[in-house]
């Protein structure tokens, strides 16, 4: 009931406080997606495995197209749920989930946002096979994908995008012995 000015004054910047966290941890989720899908599209361009569309110039993450095919007839497809598809003949082979967030907080809310498209895909197509990246991974998020049938790869985003190692090693699971384009 004292409610003065003052009181409203730090509500209102503890409240914007709390909304630039949010929106920088987003923010961060979007990077990490987009610096995913451009290594994809400039990996697959450099093997010369993309048929169609023919893409000119730079390779860019907000100019990139929402689909492509590749050599062997596979759509790779850039959604918003999956973040990423592979499908051939209207099968699903394969998705990715891509959650960058780097909050240790919020890793089994993502997970379990990720959860969702694994099970629609696995019920779309039993054989489909889930790729979770993610940025952070707690002990608990490690127990619980470990007791869980939906995800087949895990990779950090952080390793495949500083380490080639690990960016050729996702790259060879996914594109060779899962879709078998190379």
């Known amino acids: 009931m004292d409610w003065t ?19 920088m941890r987003n923010k961060v989720g979007e990077i990490a997606e987009e610096r995913i899908r451009v290594m994809l599209v400039q990996w697959l361009t450099a093997k ?79 054989k489909c096979k889930a790729f979770y990246l993610g940025g952070v991974f707690t002990p608990e998020l490690d127990k619980r994908m470990n007791a869980d049938r939906f995800v087949e790869h895990r990779f950090s985003i952080i390793d495949i995008l500083q380490d080639e190692a690990s960016r050729e090693e996702f790259l060879t699971e996914l594109f060779h012995h899962t879709l078998r384009v190379l």
């Open 48 to 126: 010369k495995l993309i048929l169609h569309p023919t893409l000119e110039g730079p390779i860019e993450g907000h100019s990139l197209p929402k689909q492509f095919v590749l050599t062997n007839g596979i759509i790779m497809e850039f959604s918003s749920e999956p973040d990423v598809s592979f499908e051939k003949e209207e099968k699903l082979l394969a998705i990715i989930e891509i959650k960058g967030g780097i909050d240790p907080a919020g890793a089994l809310e993502r997970y379990g946002a990720a959860r969702k498209s694994f099970e629609h895909a696995i019920q779309q197509s039993p």
């Open 5 to 23: 000015l003052d009181d409203g004054a730090r509500t209102i910047i503890a409240t914007l406080g709390i909304t630039i966290d949010g929106v």
